[in-house]
């Protein structure tokens, strides 16, 4: 039995319109009986258009509906460059059966940028700011770095250059690359500390080439970041304990953390740190300590950071299920190991760690019912004693960590 041939078409265009579209393009556009997409791409298009030209709504979710409605018959859909690279296709291609549509890409605003700078494009972060914010940015600042980012509108340059000038990264060079592939196309450049464009074009691609004044806030590639970089109360998984607690919680890609007793949120950040993919959820009590934690989360660059208020067991109920629990307090408290535990998915990690007999008492007694590790985490900083120095223990961290079978 022959499969129907596709009845949907997502389709790239560029800044040249019709005129950069395939002869395949050509006539998937000509048949559609509708065609999807911004105003700026139907304008593009209008001299094939045959069918009703249906701009996105806002949200163009909403949009969605009436496209699957129309199953079977032929519709398009335009994106810009390529709709797989920050586009409409992926979410399209979760609604729609890989058998049923056809997506012809145009070049992405990021292979053209390369090809205007003569970067390789296999060497570049990407990122779009397009409905997501600045702050995502700062894990990608490392110096010697070129990163490829789509602006949301026309003041987002303006707005990544001050990020980076207050963030010590000054000397980076900006290139401004604006309506590429057409007939409006420009290209500037400046460092971030001298950069003032003027007038513009609302379509535009920023490229950077990283460069660091000294002290600048560079977030390091390790686990364990420096305790500075967080702003807390003094309720913080030190740096030592937190590296040797983000390589017992093995962050994978793509993994959920719950964070019970979340903090200052320094654990979770981390995790999140480790992969752009990454989730993290955070279980906190108290609000000032929630809203702290969501401050270090936007400043270190995740803003994906989910900060749960409340306190567990009872404010677990409903959540998605965990890769792996971190409880970095509270874990003596009445049925929160257990309800972590029952919690995991097979193959989850659970890790726990403890300073006082109490919670102590409690990881031993999971220890005894679910098997797993006991570690004692000693750490001793140099410190003045008088006017000679001497090293000054911290207490003592207790960690258990267990693998669901």
């Not at 002290?215 to 500075?228: F, Q």
Request: aromatic share 6%; hydrophobic share 50%.
């Amino acid at each position: 039995m022959t499969n129907p041939p596709p009845w949907l078409a997502i389709l790239g265009i560029g800044e040249d319109g019709v005129d950069g579209l395939s002869a395949a393009a050509r006539t998937l556009l000509e048949g559609a009986e509708a065609v999807f997409g911004g105003a700026r791409h139907l304008a593009l298009a209008a001299p094939l258009l045959r069918g009703e030209a249906h701009p996105w709504p806002s949200p163009m979710t909403a949009a969605y509906p009436d496209i699957l409605a129309r199953r079977g018959r032929p519709v398009a859909v335009l994106a810009s460059g390529d709709p797989f690279c920050f586009g409409v296709g992926n979410a399209l291609a979760g609604l729609v059966p890989a058998g049923e549509f056809l997506c012809l890409p145009a070049p992405s605003a990021f292979a053209l940028a390369c090809a205007r700078l003569g970067w390789a494009l296999q060497d570049c972060a990407t990122i779009s700011f397009c409905g997501r914010p600045l702050a995502a940015l700062a894990p990608l600042l490392q110096p010697g770095a070129r990163v490829l980012a789509l602006s949301a509108d026309a003041r987002t340059p303006a707005a990544v250059a001050a990020m980076l000038r207050a963030n010590g990264f000054g000397p980076t060079r900006l290139h401004l690359l604006e309506a590429l592939g057409g007939p409006r196309e420009r290209r500037r450049s400046a460092p971030a500390h001298a950069a003032a464009f003027a007038a513009v074009d609302p379509l535009n691609l920023l490229a950077l080439e990283v460069s660091a004044l000294p002290g600048a806030r560079v977030i390091p590639l390790a686990s364990g970041l420096p305790d500075a970089l967080f702003e807390h109360d003094g309720q913080l998984t030190k740096q030592e304990v937190r590296a040797v607690t983000l390589a017992a919680l093995a962050p994978r890609r793509g993994e959920l953390l719950w964070d019970i007793g979340l903090g200052s949120g320094s654990v979770a950040i981390e995790w999140l740190l480790r992969h752009p993919a990454n989730r993290a959820i955070g279980l906190e009590p108290r609000p000032d300590r929630a809203a702290r934690a969501a401050r270090n989360a936007l400043v270190l660059g995740v803003p994906g950071l989910q900060v749960v208020p409340g306190r567990a067991p009872a404010a677990l109920a409903g959540l998605p299920v965990p890769d792996a629990v971190f409880l970095g307090g509270g874990a003596a408290g009445e049925g929160v190991l257990e309800a972590a535990w029952a919690a995991l998915r097979p193959g989850g990690r659970l890790v726990a760690n403890a300073v006082t007999i109490e919670t102590e008492a409690a990881l031993f007694a999971a220890h005894a019912r679910w098997g797993g590790t006991l570690t004692r985490i000693g750490v001793e900083r140099l410190d003045g004693v008088g006017r000679m120095h001497g090293f000054r223990p911290a207490m003592t961290v207790t960690q258990y960590a267990a693998v669901k079978g």
